[in-house]
């Protein structure tokens, strides 16, 4: 009796997560586009990957890729998209398995990453200078090594190494109802507020609630959970030294750090301008996200970086 009991409390509670997911994703609805531009589709294996871009095509082309993680769009540059377009052909894609982009159920890798931005900075941009954050850069770097298809990198606190492979916690996030009830959990609006407040940003006054209404329909949208299971699992994570990686580059490599950052802290970044023989620039009030918390300041160091000749190594400081 006690053990039928149990059963039955066990499935009426996998019944009403179903439910509570279900209303979750219906409530979300459709994902509007973050960045003002044109909204374009590219496919490529398989997927539709959607990007914005904006600018002038006879300018320079600038290629924009957001950070990894389970809220990531390409909204992430929205307070410098516009500004960057006036000089530049500007093109920011959601990656796969983001954003606007199709989330089919696949194991997400680092080698797939790695590709898409191999192909796609091939196949939608001519020499272009790089943006990227976090996981991006190292995929940025590794796609430089591969086909040559940058002039320069601006690399926002990247890195290579977000911890160990845990093929349980993949496994946990990407099943059905449970794994989709974890991910609500992780990406419902306190949770948003709790990162953004700890981790992303310095302070409050650097993100709005529209920020994280954002956040959170782009992460309650259909397939939003597979990526990010990847992610948080440690499978996203390239097998590489990422300073090692650096410092073989043959185009100019600028790194960019929040002074206040945690999850990646400053040392780290020193430590990886030094190893990779890069400039660092370093804005003080700032965490994970320096080009959102001071978007004019950083694009100050951005156009700078972009319209230099030759770039001297060294820390510098913004």
């Given at each position: 009796?006690?053990?039928?009991k149990?059963?039955?409390?066990v499935?009426?509670?996998?019944?009403?997560?179903?439910?509570?997911?279900?209303?979750?994703g219906?409530?979300?609805?459709?994902?509007?586009?973050a960045?003002?531009?044109?909204?374009?589709?590219?496919?490529?294996?398989?997927?539709?990957?959607?990007?914005?871009e904006?600018?002038?095509?006879?300018?320079p082309?600038?290629?924009?890729?957001?950070?990894?993680?389970?809220a990531?769009?390409?909204?992430?540059?929205?307070?410098?998209?516009?500004?960057?377009?006036?000089?530049?052909?500007?093109v920011?894609?959601?990656?796969p398995?983001?954003?606007?982009?199709?989330?089919?159920?696949?194991?997400?890798?680092?080698?797939?990453?790695?590709?898409f931005?191999?192909?796609?900075?091939?196949?939608?941009?001519e020499?272009?200078?790089?943006?990227?954050?976090?996981?991006?850069?190292?995929?940025?770097?590794l796609?430089?090594?591969?086909?040559?298809v940058?002039?320069r990198?601006?690399?926002?606190a990247?890195?290579?190494?977000?911890?160990?492979r845990?093929?349980?916690?993949r496994?946990?996030?990407?099943?059905?109802v449970?794994?989709?009830?974890?991910?609500?959990?992780?990406?419902?609006?306190?949770?948003?507020?709790f990162?953004?407040?700890?981790?992303?940003?310095s302070?409050?006054?650097?993100y709005t609630?529209?920020d994280?209404?954002?956040?959170?329909?782009t992460?309650?949208?259909?397939?939003?959970?597979?990526?990010?299971?990847?992610?948080?699992?440690?499978?996203?994570?390239?097998?590489v030294?990422?300073?090692?990686?650096?410092?073989?580059?043959?185009?100019?490599?600028?790194?960019?750090?929040?002074?206040?950052?945690?999850?990646s802290?400053l040392?780290?970044?020193?430590?990886l301008?030094?190893?990779?023989?890069?400039?660092?620039?370093?804005?003080?009030?700032?965490?994970?996200?320096?080009?959102?918390?001071?978007?004019?300041p950083f694009?100050?160091?951005l156009?700078?970086e972009?319209?230099?000749?030759?770039v001297?190594?060294?820390?510098?400081?913004?």
């Open positions: 009796m006690k053990l039928r149990l059963l039955v409390g499935a009426s509670g996998l019944g009403t997560a179903a439910l509570g997911n279900r209303l979750l219906w409530k979300a609805g459709d994902l509007e586009p960045l003002d531009g044109r909204q374009r589709t590219y496919r490529w294996r398989g997927f539709d990957v959607a990007y914005t904006a600018g002038d095509p006879e300018d082309d600038l290629l924009l890729l957001h950070g990894v993680h389970a990531a769009s390409n909204k992430e540059f929205d307070q410098v998209f516009d500004q960057l377009a006036k000089t530049y052909h500007v920011a894609p959601d990656l398995g983001f954003g606007r982009s199709d989330r089919p159920p696949l194991t997400y890798s680092a080698a797939l990453y790695t590709a931005v191999t192909d796609f900075a091939e196949d939608v941009t020499d272009a200078a790089c943006v990227a954050t976090s996981l991006s850069g190292a995929y940025a770097t796609a430089q090594h591969q086909s040559n940058f002039s990198l601006v690399l926002v990247p890195t290579a190494d977000t911890g160990s845990r093929t349980w916690l496994s946990l996030f990407r099943s059905p449970v794994g989709q009830g974890l991910f609500n959990i992780l990406t419902s609006k306190r949770s948003l507020y990162f953004d407040n700890r981790e992303a940003y302070t409050e006054a650097s609630e529209r994280v209404d954002y956040q959170w329909e992460s309650h949208q259909p397939g939003a959970r597979f990526a990010p299971a990847s992610f948080v699992s440690g499978y996203l994570d390239p097998d030294d990422l300073g090692e990686e650096l410092a073989r580059l043959d185009v100019p490599v600028t790194i960019v750090w929040g002074r206040d950052a945690t999850v802290p040392e780290d970044g020193e430590a301008a030094e190893r990779a023989d890069a400039k660092l620039v370093v804005f003080d009030d700032a965490k994970l996200l320096p080009h959102a918390e001071h978007p004019g694009l100050d160091v156009l700078d972009l319209t230099e000749e030759e001297e190594t060294g820390p510098g400081r913004a």
